[in-house]
């Protein structure tokens, strides 16, 4: 089952990236963060196991630099995937209303 979410990032003043994956209907505060050390890192981990287009990740750059967040709704991943990525686990996860994706 892949679970329908939203990939929230926040650029720090030190130029770090925090990423949270929220699925749709879990509280924000129950789900783990990612740092990422620099622009670099964070677009590959974007393009590559999230599978974002590269437009969108244009646009994160350009928000992520003039308003310092961003976020990428629609953003669909397995519990595995979840867990892969550390954005938690499916204990996290388990009791919690999710909306799947088709």
């Known amino acids: 089952m892949r679970l329908n979410g939203m990939v929230h990032m926040i650029r720090h003043k030190d130029a770090t990236y925090r990423v949270t994956y929220t ?27 999230l599978r974002v287009e590269w437009r969108e990740i244009l646009t994160a750059l ?11 709704y629609e953003v669909r991943l397995s519990e595995a995937e979840i867990q892969e990525h550390g954005f938690g686990s499916a204990g996290t996860l388990s009791g919690l209303h999710v909306t799947e994706a088709a």
């Not at 350009?62 to 990428?72: F, H, K, T, V």
């Open 23 to 49: 699925p749709v209907g879990v509280p924000p505060a129950s789900c783990p963060s990612r740092i990422f050390p620099d622009w670099a890192e964070l677009e590959r981990f974007l393009a590559g196991p």
């Open 62 to 72: 350009e928000a992520l630099c003039r308003n310092g967040n961003y976020c990428i």
